[in-house]
Structures are given as structure tokens and as C-alpha cells.
């Protein structure tokens, strides 16, 4: 199976962007769905998560109240909604997807086998 990201792109501070990711190929019984981000020099970090049966959802402190993960089941998507962007928030975003990770270990990427090809998301002062 194949995650593939897109919706990124160039956007001014406290400007909106929503990402995407659709898994293609083989549908798997998800057991929790990520983003993450990676800026210049910095170690990938969690953004926000999403039990794929339930719908609960996780943030990151810094993204809490700005960010929005949400699923769309029957299309084996999910997505990102950004609102209140910083330039701090500047990175590049990447979808991931677990079959087992437990809740504890969600903001650790080494949980995820499955990940997206990363999209740029650039927050300009």
C-alpha cells in the first residue's frame, strides 16, 4: 500500500492550509493514522494522530487548537485541516500509517511502517 500527501504549499502567517493523504493499493485495518513534520536540521516530529476506528484524535501541545485531523473512512483518506499558521510551523509534512502502534507510542515515528512522500508547507512572515 501506497500513502500519498498532497495540499501543501506557500502560505502567509495566520493563513490555512489543509493536507491530505489517501492510501492506495491493498486497504488495511488502520490502527492509528499520523502526521508529522520535518523542518531543516530538526528531528521528525508528531503533529497530530487518529484512531482509524473511533475517530479519537491526538495533537501535538504546539499545534493544539490550530490543527484538525480527520478521516474519511469509506475513501481510506485522511486530512489535515491548518488554520492560524506560524512561520514556526514551516516544514515538510508527512503522512503515516500504523497497524499495531498502541497509544502510548503514537508521536513515535518509528511505530509507522507506512509512510507518505512528504509535502512542503512554508509559513512566510
Known amino acids: 500500500v501506497q500513502l500519498q500527501a498532497s495540499g501543501g504549499g506557500l502560505v502567509q502567517t495566520g493563513g490555512s492550509l489543509r493536507l491530505s493523504c489517501a492510501a492506495a493499493g491493498r486497504t488495511f485495518s488502520w490502527r492509528y493514522m499520523a502526521w508529522f513534520r520535518q523542518a531543516p536540521g530538526r528531528e521528525r516530529e508528531f503533529v497530530a494522530a487518529?484512531?482509524?476506528?473511533?475517530?479519537?484524535?491526538y495533537y501535538a501541545d504546539r499545534v493544539k487548537g490550530r490543527f484538525a485531523i480527520s478521516r474519511a473512512n469509506a475513501q481510506n483518506a485522511f486530512s489535515l485541516q491548518m488554520n492560524s499558521l506560524k512561520p514556526e510551523d514551516t516544514a515538510v509534512y508527512y503522512c503515516?500509517?500504523?497497524?499495531?502502534?498502541?497509544?502510548?507510542?503514537?508521536?513515535?515515528?518509528?511505530?509507522?511502517?507506512?509512510w507518505g512522500q512528504g509535502t512542503q508547507v512554508t509559513v512566510s512572515s
Open positions: 487518529i484512531r482509524w476506528r473511533g475517530g479519537d484524535t
Open positions: 503515516a500509517g500504523s497497524l499495531g502502534v498502541i497509544l502510548s507510542a503514537i508521536r513515535d515515528p518509528g511505530q509507522y511502517g507506512y
